[in-house]
């Protein structure tokens, strides 16, 4: 009876040892810690995030702070790096002064602190736009693709109308109307009060409206097609017969599975918003002065770019960064959430390079 029990658990033990499985998103996650350029995407974004936190802390100076005596000048290792900006103890132009680490603008403001402040503003678009295209896309694609048939058709042909308007050309008429009607508006009206939030969030309440109004209809078209794909499944039916709502239905059993696709497809997509508020911000329709924005100091710099290029090259390598790390941490996600999208796109380019070496030796 000994052995029998001890063999007994025995058993038990080695049943208790069974390797544990992992779900999708602890797969996805040592998958993604793969892709170097995924994981140093994550990092930049994560500095950025730090540094948008801790501006007042990182920042040398006030980013508003106008020293006009300080105009143009630059620190030396800066006229070293672009040889035209030439020193005036040699000869040039350029105003040497190293308290300002990367130099100041025409204003006389410290540059690297107006980066450091036009962090948050970027991040801010970068969060607002699929912020607003979830909160509106997601449950408009999901009843779409859930309820198919006549209502199906008539959301995405609405779908279809907003896709008509080009997008930016929509922002940009978004945001001339709001900044036109509440400027000619008595006090103590409700578009008066809209300027004044407005005026008070520094430029970004009416730039968080045209991108939150215009940057839903693709997800929408993506969860209503992912809705479409899954709605058939075993394991909707059998929630169905188990006596599963239609709300539990969608919201448990349908979008639990289809998070994948819309990660990847908003992270890819959240280079385009902080595009948007860069082009508007230069083209004098983003962000109010003095709020720094990148955009607006590489349109400032732009105007001196060939007596004082680092004017405008300082801050349009900070958006370069930030559009590469999101771009490139949503190729890791798209690559660790779809394998098979993964070795298809790997097999691809693997064909294409025997295609190559083929045609070379021909």
Not at 133 to 138: E, F, H, T, W
Not at 267 to 278: G, K, N, V
Not at 319 to 333: H, T
Request: charged residues 15%; glycine residues 10%.
């Amino acid at each position: 009876m000994a052995v029998v029990q001890q063999s007994k658990n025995q058993g038990v033990a080695k049943l208790d040892s069974r390797p544990q499985g992992e779900s999708l998103w602890v797969d996805a996650w040592r998958r993604l810690r793969r892709n170097r350029m995924a994981v140093l995407g994550l990092f930049i974004i994560i500095a950025a995030l730090l540094v948008a936190a801790l501006a007042p802390v990182l920042a040398p100076k006030a980013p508003d702070k106008q020293v006009l005596a300080d105009n143009n000048s630059a620190p030396r290792w800066v006229t070293q790096l672009f040889p035209s900006m030439r020193p005036r103890d040699e000869g040039g132009y350029v105003p040497i002064n190293d308290a300002y680490p990367i130099g100041a603008d025409g204003l006389g403001r410290d540059l690297l602190s107006r980066i450091i402040f036009g962090t948050r503003v970027s991040l801010a678009v970068a969060f607002i736009g699929p912020l607003s295209a979830m909160l509106v896309g997601i449950p408009f694609g999901l009843v779409a693709g859930y309820l198919g048939g006549r209502a199906d058709n008539i959301m995405m042909r609405f779908v279809d109308i907003m896709y008509a308007f080009p997008t930016l050309l929509l922002i940009i008429l978004l945001m001339a109307f709001f900044r036109s009607s509440t400027a000619q508006n008595a006090p103590g009206t409700f578009a008066y009060e809209l300027g004044r939030l407005d005026a008070a969030m520094g430029g970004m309440l009416f730039i968080a409206v045209g991108v939150g109004f215009t940057s839903w209809m693709g997800l929408a078209r993506l969860v209503r097609g992912q809705i479409l794909s899954v709605r058939e499944k075993e394991y909707i039916e059998a929630a169905r017969s188990m006596g599963v709502g239609t709300r539990g239905i969608m919201f448990r059993h349908m979008l639990p599975n289809i998070l994948g696709p819309i990660i990847v497809a908003e992270t890819l997509t959240i280079p385009t918003y902080i595009s948007y508020e860069a082009f508007l911000s230069f083209i004098g329709l983003g962000v109010q002065a003095p709020t720094p924005s990148w955009g607006g100091m590489i349109a400032e710099g732009a105007r001196n770019i060939t007596s004082y290029p680092s004017q405008a090259i300082f801050p349009a390598v900070a958006l370069f960064l930030i559009m590469f790390a999101f771009n490139f941490l949503g190729d890791g996600l798209r690559d660790a959430l779809d394998p098979g999208c993964a070795a298809w796109i790997k097999g691809k380019r693997l064909n294409a390079k025997a295609r190559s070496r083929q045609d070379a030796k021909g």
